[in-house]
C-alpha cells in the first residue's frame, strides 16, 4: 500500500517536472551571443582568362581581423605600421578606395580582409575600376591589323581607369551597401576600438570575419584541367570554375527561319547593335546606366519607333536588331555570334550583312554632340566601305539636321571605341559606324564601376511622385534619350533603303523611352515590366525589388537558365515587335499543332497581361525574338588558354558570409589553453596515483567480510 | 602474437618472412621487423638463432632506412615544386587542394 503511493507520487512528480520543461525552457544558443551575422553580403569574387587570375580569395576558414574604420591618414598609419593588434579589418570610407591605398593593403601582411562602405558621401569626381583600355587584346586593332592604333597608343578610351578590378588581391574585399549593417559595425569599433587619448585600445576588441574562399586558382587552363581530372577520377567531383555564360537577343523586322542556318539567299541585312552587359569590382553589382543602359534603352525605343512604319512601308533590306551579352569580358556574346556565321551555323551569314550600326554610350549627351566612331583602316583599304560608310555618315548628318541632334565625326585617323563591331571587322571589313556621347575618351567618370547608376545618367525625378506617376514621367534624361533613338531608328530605316518621305513619320515615343529608362536604371518591379513578363516568372521573384544589375554571371538562376536582364529585353522586343493572337496557354506552348502559326519563323511568349483591375489577364504573342547562346567559343574548341577569344570563367565557391564578433587578447587565450592542459594531466595524474594506490585506499570495505566469522 | 611462448624456431622463419616480404616495396614489413625483433635480437640472452635473427633486423633496419631517405625526399620535393609544375603536378596528384596553388 504505501509502496504503492510512493511510485504514485514518485511519478506525479515526474510528470510535473516535464510539463515545466515544455512551457519554460527555450534555446539559448551559445553562438547566437557571440557572433553576429551580417545578411547581405557583396563579396568580390574570382575570375580568370587564360593567363591571370583577378579578385579576391580569403582562406578556407575565413579572415579575421581587428576592425579599425579608415577616415584619415593617419589612421592608415596605424594599420599599417603602428597598430599593436594586427592583422586588420579595414572599414574603408568611400574616399578611401583608390588604386594607391589598395595597393598598399594588398603589399601589406597586416591586413586580413577589407570592407568598403559604399556610399556617394566622399565619393571622389571619378572613379572607374575597369582597365583603361578595355578588351585590348581582343578588338580588331593588334600587330596585324592596324598595328599603329593597337592597346590604345592613338585614344585612351578609359583614362580615369585604375584597373582595380583586375588586380588579384589575397585578402577578401567586401561592400558594405546596406545602412543599417554599416551602422552595427560601426558601433561596435566605437564601443570596443576607439582610441582613447592617443593608447591603444584594450581587449576584448571588435573583430570581423569575412569568408569567401574561391576554388579555382592560377587561370582557365588549370581550372578546366583540374576540373576535367576530377571529373573521370574522383568519386565525388567538384566543378572549380564555370565560364561565364549566358544568352543574346536578337530579332529581325522580316522574320527568318530559325532552323535554316546560313542563309543562302540574297538576302541583305543592317545591323543594329547594343551590349547588354556591365560589371564592377564586386559581384553581381554592375547598375551600367550609362555604360549599357543607355544604348539598350536607345536601341529599344529605335525598335519601337520602326515598327510601325516598316509594317507599312518595309524596306528592301532586313534589319537585325541584336542584343549582345557578355561584352565586358572580351567580347564574348558578339564573338560567339561572329563565329556562328563564319562557319554558317547562324540563320545569317556574313556574306548577307549590309553595314552595321552600333550603338554605344549615349546617355550622357547633354546638348554636346553625338559622335559616329569609324573604322580607319578598312575605310582605307577598301573604296566600297569607304563609300558606304561616308554615305551612312551624309545620311546620319541630314537626319540629324532635321531633328536638331548635332551629330559630328571625330578625327579621321581615330580607331574604333570598344565595341561588338570590332569583332564583326575581325572577321570580314564589313561597313559601320559606332554612335557615342564621346569624341576621344569616354566621357563616362564611373565607367564598369558600382557608382554608374540612375545619379551618373542624370535621371532625377521631382520629389513627391508615386512609383506610378515616376514610371512614366518624361525627365530630361528620357527626352535626350528618345532623340537618340529616333535618330538611330530614322539611320536604319535609310540604310535599309527605305523611302525618305517616311522618315517623318518615325519618332521614338518618350514615354516608352521614360518608362525603360526608369525600370532599367530606377525599379525593375514596376506594373509595365510586370505586364510584359510571363506570370510564373514574375512569381518565381525576378522582378525584386531595386534596378537591375547586369553582370553577365552563371546559369542556371532561381528564375530559370537566362539572365533577368536578357529576359527583360526578350520580352520588351516581343511586346515591340511582337502581334497578339488568340491561342490558349497550351497552345502558345506548342504551337507545333496549328496550322496558322509556324514556330520556325517565330516565337511565342505568354504574357502576363496588364495587372489593372479590368484587363483581359494572359494572352500569347507571337514576336520574331530569339536567343542565342552567348558563350565563349574558346570553351566550344576547348582551347582554354586561346588568345583569339574571351577565356573568362568564374570560380566556384561552398559560402560566402561575414559576422562580427568580439576576440580576446592572444595571451587569454593561450592563458586558457594552458589551464585546461595543466587540467587534463593533472586529472590523469590523481586517477593514475588513485589507481596504484586502490589497495590502500579503499582496503577498509574488504576488510571485514573476513573478520566475520 | 606475443614472442615469448614460441619456439626460437618459429621466431627466426617470422623475423624471415617479415624481412623478405619488405622487398615486396612495403617497407612498413621492415619497420615492423625492427621493433618486434629488436628486444630479441639485442636483449635477450644468446640463443642459437640469435644471431640470424640479428643479422634480419640490422638489414631490415638498413632498408628501412633507405626507403625513409628517398620517400622524405621525394615528398619535400613534390609538396615544395608541385605547383611550379604545372600540368605534370595535376596529373601526378590525387587530391589537389581547392582555391591555393
Known sequence: MRKMEKLISINC?????????????????????????????????????????????????????????????????????TGPHPPYMVIMETAFFSRSVMLRMKNSSRVAGVAVIVSRTGLAENFSPHTTCPNQNTGVYSAKYGPELANCNVTTWNPLGNGLSYE???????????????????????????????????????????????????????????????????????????????????????????????????????IAATRLDGRSFFWQEAPAAEGTV????????????????????????NIFFAFFQ????????????????????????????????????????????LWMHSDPISRMNSSSVEEEVSDMMKNMHSIAAGLNVSLDEPPASQPLPPSSFQRFLRARQIPGLVLA?????????????????????????????????????????????????????????KQAGGDDSNLNNITADPKIVAQLLYGFVIQKNNSWFQSLLPPDLTKKGILSSGPPQFY????PRTYGPVHSVTLFVQHIMANLTGTVTNLTETQCQKPDDISTENKDLYAYFWVSGSTAVNSSGPFCVRAPVRLSKAMSPAFERQEYGSQDYSTWTESRWKSIRARVF????????????????????????????????AELLFSSARETPTTTY | MNLERIPNEEKLSLCRRYYLGGFAFLPFLWLVNVMWFFKEAFLKPAYTEQPQIKSYVKKSALGLLLWVAVLTTWITIFQHFRARWGEVGDYLSFTIPLGSA
Request: glycine share 4%; net charge negative; aromatic share 8%.
Open chain 1, 13 to 81: 512528480v515526474k510528470l510535473l517536472i516535464t510539463a515545466l520543461f515544455y512551457t519554460c525552457v527555450s534555446c539559448s544558443s551559445v553562438e547566437q551571443k557571440i557572433y553576429v551575422e551580417l545578411n547581405d553580403t557583396v563579396p568580390c569574387v574570382r575570375l580568370l582568362n587564360a593567363t591571370h587570375q583577378i579578385g579576391c580569395q580569403s582562406s578556407m576558414s575565413g579572415d579575421t581581423g581587428v576592425l579599425h574604420v579608415l577616415e584619415s591618414e593617419s589612421d592608415l598609419d596605424w594599420i599599417l605600421n
Open chain 1, 294 to 317: 543607355s544604348g539598350i534603352v536607345t536601341l529599344l525605343a529605335a525598335v519601337q519607333a520602326l515598327y510601325p512604319v516598316i509594317q507599312l512601308a518595309p524596306p528592301p533590306r
Open chain 1, 168 to 270: 588579384d588581391f589575397a585578402f577578401p574585399v567586401f561592400a558594405l551597401k546596406d545602412e543599417n549593417q554599416t551602422q552595427v559595425i560601426r558601433k561596435c569599433y566605437e564601443d570596443h576600438n576607439l582610441r582613447l587619448n592617443g593608447s591603444a585600445p584594450q581587449y576584448p576588441l571588435c573583430a570581423m570575419q569575412l569568408f569567401s574562399h574561391m576554388h579555382a586558382v592560377t587561370d582557365t587552363v588549370t581550372c578546366m584541367r583540374r576540373t576535367d581530372l576530377q571529373n573521370r577520377f574522383s568519386i565525388n567531383p567538384e566543378i572549380l570554375c564555370d565560364p561565364l555564360n549566358d544568352y543574346n537577343v536578337w530579332a529581325s523586322t522580316r522574320p527568318l527561319n530559325n532552323s535554316a542556318k546560313g542563309q543562302t539567299t540574297n538576302e541583305s541585312f543592317v
Open chain 1, 437 to 493: 556621347d564621346h569624341r576621344t575618351s569616354f566621357v563616362n567618370r564611373y565607367y564598369e564601376s558600382m557608382y554608374d547608376d540612375a545619379e551618373n545618367l542624370n535621371v532625377s525625378y521631382p520629389p513627391n511622385l508615386s512609383p506610378e506617376e515616376k514610371l512614366v514621367y518624361e525627365t530630361e534624361a528620357a527626352k535626350s534619350l528618345a532623340e537618340v533613338a529616333t535618330l538611330v531608328a530614322r539611320s536604319l530605316y
Open chain 1, 662 to 693: 568580439l576576440v580576446a587578447s592572444r595571451e587569454l587565450e593561450m592563458l586558457t589553453l594552458g589551464v585546461g592542459v595543466a587540467v587534463l594531466l593533472l586529472s590523469l595524474l590523481v586517477t593514475y596515483f588513485l589507481s596504484s594506490k
Open chain 1, 552 to 555: 553577365i554571371g552563371l546559369g
Open chain 1, 326 to 369: 557578355g561584352e565586358a569580358f572580351d567580347y564574348i556574346g558578339s564573338s560567339k555570334m561572329v563565329y556562328d556565321m563564319e562557319r554558317k551555323e547562324f540563320v545569317i551569314d556574313l556574306n548577307n550583312v549590309h553595314s552595321m550600326l552600333e550603338i554605344g554610350q549615349v546617355g550622357l549627351r547633354n546638348g554636346r554632340d
